[in-house]
Each structure stands twice: as structure tokens, then as C-alpha cells.
């Protein structure tokens, strides 16, 4: 007996591994080759491509297609039928799986609803992707990116509450909900 639960509308192809404590619900496609860590949530109409790799407590909401060369690390939060591609430069007469190119969601990186995630990219921890964005080139730990095309326009601390607005990470910040406090180093922020 499985030690996750899927609804009975899923189809779980053969050859995926799914972690203890996940739940995946209607209609959704876990294709083979498919490596889900354990406590994960997966809405309802999502398809996990072969070789897709999702971390643990990783939330993926309705109408997400995570297709293969997209690892989401663990605590990632992918919003409502947001985006994710694979190939540059797609064409249907054309194959291009030998092409796919890798997108990292590193851990605890929250992409809003309707966000558009072009392939080839690394999104940083805890990073903060704002409804409707299309992210069209690396985006820094916990930095907030918004628009079209994605622009850092502010920073965010680990637990969602924003640190600071502009483009540049603030010498120093602590967070008024929790207290945690950050330090610029390079061009990013990094807790203290």
C-alpha cells in the first residue's frame, strides 16, 4: 500500500518515486522517472513530466505543468497555473528534446499565481516571484521580482514579509515580523 495519497482520478505512471505523506489530487499526471519528495501537495490538473525533480513540503497549486529540466527544491511554492518551459526556442516540426534546458527553484522560493518561468534560469532561495511575472534571468536569494520582464523590486525575509523595496539589497535589514536580521554580501542578501 502506497504511503501517499492520490485521488483516483490521478494517473501515476510506473518508475516515479512519491514521498511518504504527499497528497496528489484530481486529475493530475505523475509521469515516469518522476522523483516527489515526501509532505508535497499537487492541485488538481498538474503533470509532472519524466525526470522532474520536486524536494520536500513543496506546494504545487491547480493547473501547473512541471515539465522535465525543472527541479524544485524543498518548501518551494509554485502558485496557480503558472509557467514553466524547457526549450528555448520551440518549434512544433522541430524535435528539441536533446535541447531541454534545467530550471533550479532553490529552497524555500515562492512563484505567485500566473508567473511565467522562462527555462535555463536558477530562482534563488527564498526568493519571491510576483503574480503574473515572467522571470527571464536569475533571480538572487530572497530577492522580490515583478513584472514583465521580472525586475527585482524589492527584497523579502525567509518567512514572506518584505524587507525592503528597490533593485539593490539593503546594506542591512530585520525583519518586523520575525526578527531575522540580513547583511549584504556581493549583490545579494544572506541571513546573519
Not at 522523483?35 to 493547473?63: E, L, M, T
Not at 527544491?73 to 528539441?96: K, L, M, Q, Y
Not at 505567485?112 to 530562482?123: E, Q
Request: aromatic share 8%.
Amino acid at each position: 500500500m502506497a504511503d501517499y495519497f492520490a485521488h483516483e482520478s490521478s494517473y501515476i505512471d510506473e518508475g516515479c518515486q512519491i514521498g511518504e505523506g504527499t497528497k496528489i489530487w484530481h486529475f493530475t499526471h505523475v509521469m515516469a522517472r518522476a522523483r516527489i519528495g515526501a509532505r508535497c501537495n499537487i492541485g488538481q490538473n498538474v503533470v509532472i513530466s519524466p525526470d522532474v525533480v520536486v524536494g520536500d513540503n513543496v506546494k504545487i497549486q491547480n493547473n501547473v505543468s512541471v515539465y522535465t529540466g525543472v527541479v524544485l527544491e524543498d518548501d518551494v511554492f509554485c502558485g496557480p497555473s503558472i509557467v514553466f518551459t524547457n526549450v528555448a526556442n520551440p518549434r512544433s516540426h522541430v524535435s528539441r528534446k536533446h535541447e531541454y534546458q534545467q530550471t533550479l527553484v532553490r529552497r524555500g522560493a515562492s512563484l505567485g499565481a500566473n508567473a511565467t518561468i522562462v527555462c535555463g534560469h536558477t530562482i534563488g532561495r527564498y526568493a519571491f516571484v510576483g503574480a503574473g511575472a515572467v522571470v527571464t534571468k536569475d533571480v538572487p536569494d530572497y530577492a522580490l521580482v515583478v513584472g514583465n520582464p521580472g525586475r527585482i523590486a524589492g527584497w523579502m525575509c525567509a518567512c514572506g514579509v518584505k524587507l525592503a523595496s528597490g533593485a539593490h539589497a539593503p546594506k542591512e535589514a530585520t525583519c518586523a515580523a520575525c526578527g531575522m536580521r540580513y547583511r549584504t554580501v556581493g549583490d545579494t542578501l544572506v541571513p546573519q
